[in-house]
Structures are given as structure tokens and as C-alpha cells.
């Protein structure tokens, strides 16, 4: 009896740290979010709660199966995550919303003073080629609620998933964060991120059955299985042109009509209000530094990271004659397999 009690009380310690991370993030996400990053799904509302069945956690090879396809699967392939829209403004009025009233033009960090997002002549904004008429659409990726629920439920039922706390930020070398006792070839890792707070919790679990080498697996894993495509329809209805999101890339594979330098997706953080402004090769414009920039998994082969939500501007810089012909900006998940 003392030791079904024991059990009791370690599988509901598991739910209630995960259970008050969750809630936590979406409480303070809410809380702190500038207005203007306040979305809407406008496509209805998607409800999905995973595929429910009896599994036995205690094998090996079904509970690997399990994490694979009922976590990582479907975080890669888009479907466990749901993209929100926000109300689209002209960029040049963004610089007199309350939130650049607020920060204003510099921040100062140390002695230093950064361009902020509101610094029309320094910040991200500053590669905008028609101030007059570009437009900025906040969105929001986040996990599907459903989705949580039964990673909470897969994690809290798994007797090999421990518990090991939360700690800043994310960008940690996988090797310091294992004990002696991880084996590369048979556990996983998993870290659930909270971009905005800078927090990661972390879960060791044991015999998954991740099968590769850590170093192998680690630059060559594929980390999203779709693409996210943006399309420009005018006032008819009829598709103006767009550009995708990939796996390693930006591009047109989906699109008649390709408007790679016109459509950016920067992404938005909210403790950081002086992002700097980059150009790649492979996604033109960014401000991050997680790739491919629209999914919220990074796999680095045992270890797993996946993104409670990420948010972003994106940048539409169009002509004014364009402007007067646009009429709808929508998104879509393209799978690629």
C-alpha cells in the first residue's frame, strides 16, 4: 500500500509541473503580448485530440512509436499546431502604436543604446522599400490545446519520463544537460520551450529507442515535413502571387507567381525589443535564430525541443498600386510527404 501511494504521488507531482508550465505560459503569454499580436483564427475552430488507444508504455518499441508519432510526427508535419492571424496595418502606422510609445526608438543595454522595432530608420522595419503602403500581419504559431493534453497525459503515464526541472533560455549543449547514465542510442531528451519567458523544461526519457547516433542524427534531421506558404489574392479573389516557408529554404515551389522579395517573415519575441536584422542566403530577411523559422520543433537527433508558440510580423512590401489591388493575405500548410 505505502509504495501504490508512493507511485500515486510521483505521477501527480509529474502532472502538476507540467500542468502549472502550461498554464503559466499561456497566462503570461496573454498577459505581456502587445496588442498588436492579439490574433484570430478567421478558418473556424480546429479541434483535435490526438488518436486515443490503450498503449502499453512499459515496451520499448511501441512506446518509441508512441513519442514518434503521436508527439514528433505530428509537431513536423504541422498538424498538432495551429497558425493565427492578426489585423494587418500599414507599417508606417505601426510606429505610433502604443507598444512603440512605450519602448520607444532605443533601448538601452548597458551603456549602449539598440534600435528597437519601433526605430523606422534602424530597426527590422528599416529594409522596407515602400514605407508608403508595405503592410505588417502579426501571427502566431502555437500547439493545438489538445495536443498539450496529451503530451501531458503521454509524459505523466511513461514511468521512465523523469522530471528534471527549468532552466534558462534553450540554447544549451545536449551533452551538459544528460547525466552519465544517458544512453545516445536508447533515451531522448525533451525540452518543452517558453520562448518568451526564456525558459526550457526538461524531461530525460528513457528507453525510447531513438536507435541513431547523437552526432550522426544531429545535422542531418529533418525538422518540419511541410511548408508554410502565404498567398496574395486581389479583390476577385484571384491569387496575386506568394512565397513558402521550407524545410532549409524560401520558395516558390507552390506559386504561379513568386514574390520572394516582396514577403517576410520576422519573428517577434517578446522580452527582446531589439532584435537585429539579418540576410541569408536561404530565407532573405530574419531576426531568429531557430531554423526552418516557421515550425516549433527543433530535433537534434536524442535531444528534442518543441516550442510551446512562436510569433512573428509578416512583412509585406508592396507598391501602392498594389496595395489598392490587394484584397485577402492568407496561409496555408503545404505537406511535403
Partial sequence: MFLRIKKIKTQFAKFSYLFCFVFLTDFFQILIKPGILVGSENSGVEIDFGTISETNIDNTRQ??????????????EGRSLVYKMGKPMLVKNFFFE????NIGEYSIIGTVPYPTWCNRNKGPFSIVRNPLSAIVIPITAELKKGFKLNLNDTLVNDKEANYIGV????????????????????DMLLGLVNESHKRMMIWNISNVGVYRNFQKINNNTRNSFYDLGIDLFNKKGEIIGGVSFGEYKKNCSHHKKCLFNKIHLLEYRNTVHTPKIVFTENWGFVTGKAYPIHTLIEDHGSMKKIFFSRNYYLLVDINLDEL????????????KR
Fill in 63 to 76: 512506446k518509441g512509436m508512441l513519442y514518434e508519432k503521436e508527439v514528433l510526427e505530428k509537431v513536423k
Fill in 324 to 335: 489598392n489591388q490587394l484584397g485577402r493575405v492568407k496561409h496555408r500548410v503545404i505537406l
Fill in 167 to 186: 532552466i534558462r533560455g534553450h540554447h544549451h549543449n545536449p551533452k551538459k544537460l544528460t547525466g552519465s547514465n544517458f544512453k545516445y542510442d536508447q
Fill in 98 to 101: 502604443d507598444y512603440c510609445q
